[in-house]
């Protein structure tokens, strides 16, 4: 297992289409969580899942984006309708409830790009 | 409202010199305050963490100094190397929540050779 992986790495998309990212956590982490990144900023917290539990979202996480982890492995992050301004970086990161608990391993992310 | 800021948002210092990147936070309840380094087209990494019952704590060439009273972190990196060029985020644990991190806007540290 070499680490979290994001796929596509990079997203074109054109406004008011549809995109789903993908993420898979290293293997024995139970916590999986989604960020978004905008140019010069910190990250900013979506989502996240203990095991298949989605137990908290932030308000930035609209009507138009849903996070699923259906099996408590991998998880998908799925943007409805994307808006110009939905464009950033999305960065997953997964980690343990034991052990250093904000030691997360963060994912290269997922570049989108909404034209 | 919750927020963590820098005071810099850009160092430079020459290599083999010590850098010090400063840190505000303003939520007083936080347990947990994390520093992250981001290299270009990655992920943030973790660097060092520091409970609040703690005010200083070392790793290997970093150590972390937590200011409670002034609501201070600061993160020192001793003999700055090339590849410790990077973005550096310190973040804390949100009040509402045990489980997720803060990031505040990140300081870029740029290691002259």
């Known amino acids: 297992d070499t680490g979290v992986s994001q796929n596509p790495r990079h997203k074109i998309t054109k406004r008011g289409q549809n995109v789903t990212f993908r993420c898979d956590p290293i293997?024995?982490?139970?916590?999986l969580y989604w960020y978004r990144q905008t140019l010069g900023q910190g990250p900013e917290f979506l989502t996240y899942?203990?095991?298949?539990?989605?137990?908290?979202k932030s308000r930035l996480l609209s009507d138009r984006f849903s996070a699923e982890r259906p099996k408590g492995s991998f998880s998908t992050l799925e943007i409805q309708r994307t808006e110009q301004g939905d464009s950033a970086m999305y960065l997953c990161?997964?980690?343990?409830?034991?052990?250093?608990?904000?030691?997360?391993?963060f994912g290269s992310g997922t570049r989108l790009t909404v034209v | 409202g919750e927020s963590v800021g820098l005071h810099l948002p850009t160092l430079s210092v020459q290599e083999g010199d010590n850098s010090i990147i400063n840190c505000a936070y303003s939520?007083?309840?936080?347990?947990?305050f994390i520093w992250y380094k981001q290299e270009s087209g990655k992920g943030p990494q973790f660097i060092i963490d520091?409970?609040?019952?703690?005010d200083k704590r070392q790793g290997q060439r970093v150590t972390v100094l937590l200011n409670k009273t002034v609501k201070h972190l600061s993160l020192q990196i001793a003999a700055t190397q090339p590849g410790d060029s990077a973005v550096y985020f310190c973040?804390?644990?949100?009040?509402?929540?045990?489980?997720?991190?803060?990031f505040g806007p990140g300081t870029s540290l740029s290691v002259i050779p």
């Open positions: 990161a997964s980690s343990l409830i034991l052990g250093r608990p904000y030691g997360y391993t």
């Open positions: 293997s024995e982490h139970n916590r």
């Open positions: 899942f203990q095991n298949e539990a989605q137990l908290e």
């Open positions: 939520n007083s309840a936080s347990d947990y």
């Open positions: 520091i409970r609040s019952n703690m």
């Open positions: 973040a804390e644990n949100g009040k509402t929540s045990y489980d997720k991190v803060i």
